[in-house]
T-cell receptor
Framework: DQQVKQNSPSLSVQEGRISILNCDYT??????FLWYKKYPAEGPTFLIS?????DKNEDGRFTVFLNKSAKHLSLHIVPSQPGDSAVYFC?????????????FGRGTSLIVHP | EPEVTQTPSHQVTQMGQEVILRCVPI?????FYWYRQILGQKVEFLVS????????KSEIFDDQFSVERPDGSNFTLKIRSTKLEDSAMYFC?????????????FGSGTRLTVV
């Protein structure tokens, strides 16, 4: 049961270009979405999030877009840098028993070439 | 910057043995979680813990699993009788208030290998 899907296991981008990572979800009850970045031998690190009442949230080089009707969100990284090379997890949250429990996708491995 | 610390980084155990995975959450956080990631698969929620009790758990978190916060700083995950399919990376996480607005702070994980 994949409620959060990242259909591209990997993405390769040249330094300076835009990286676009995509995520689809099936549960219409999700109302908060997050992106995490993970380097090898480290835990996931919170990157950026967006509430379902918005369609865009920007933080420096990172922008998350949400299309609720399509149940789709994307993370844009502009410009991409070699240090952005990591696995990016999309996560979606719904309140369960008073707190939010994110459901994660399988991740997309981003490689940024110099 | 505050960190979530997990020990050990790698644990090898024989099938049927008990293992305890340890985590030290960020000191002023109040909500604690365990997730796992089987190699090549998604990060899966196991259990959340607040106010010294389990607040939510997934179907994965069966009677073989238990969590404890024995001394106010450590947060442990125990697997009573390990199975081969328990082999995975186990991540501990904590948050200040369980709010979706803050995201989670994850530890670096413990790689559990059951042989």
């Amino acid at each position: 049961d994949q409620q959060v899907k990242q259909n591209s296991p990997s993405l390769s981008v040249q330094e300076g270009r835009i990286s676009i990572l995509n995520c689809d979800y099936t549960n219409s009850m999700f109302d908060y979405f997050l992106w995490y970045k993970k380097y090898p031998a480290e835990g996931p690190t919170f990157l950026i999030s967006i509430s379902s009442i918005k369609d865009k949230n920007e933080d420096g080089r990172f922008t998350v877009f949400l299309n609720k009707s399509a149940k789709h969100l994307s993370l844009h990284i502009v410009p991409s840098q070699p240090g952005d090379s990591a696995v990016y997890f999309c996560a979606a949250s719904v309140v369960v028993g008073g707190s939010y429990i994110p459901t994660f996708g399988r991740g997309t491995s981003l490689i940024v070439h110099p | 910057e505050p960190e979530v610390t997990q020990t050990p980084s790698h644990q090898v155990t024989q099938m049927g043995q008990e293992v305890i995975l340890r985590c030290v959450p960020i000191s002023n956080h109040l909500y604690f979680y365990w997730y796992r990631q089987i190699l090549g698969q998604k990060v899966e929620f196991l259990v959340s813990f607040y106010n010294n009790e389990i607040s939510e758990k997934s179907e994965i978190f069966d009677d073989q699993f238990s969590v404890e916060r024995p001394d106010g700083s450590n947060f442990t995950l125990k697997i009573r009788s390990t199975k081969l399919e328990d082999s995975a990376m186990y991540f501990c996480a904590s948050t200040m208030d369980g709010s979706r607005g803050y995201g989670y702070t994850f530890g670096s994980g413990t790689r559990l290998t059951v042989v």
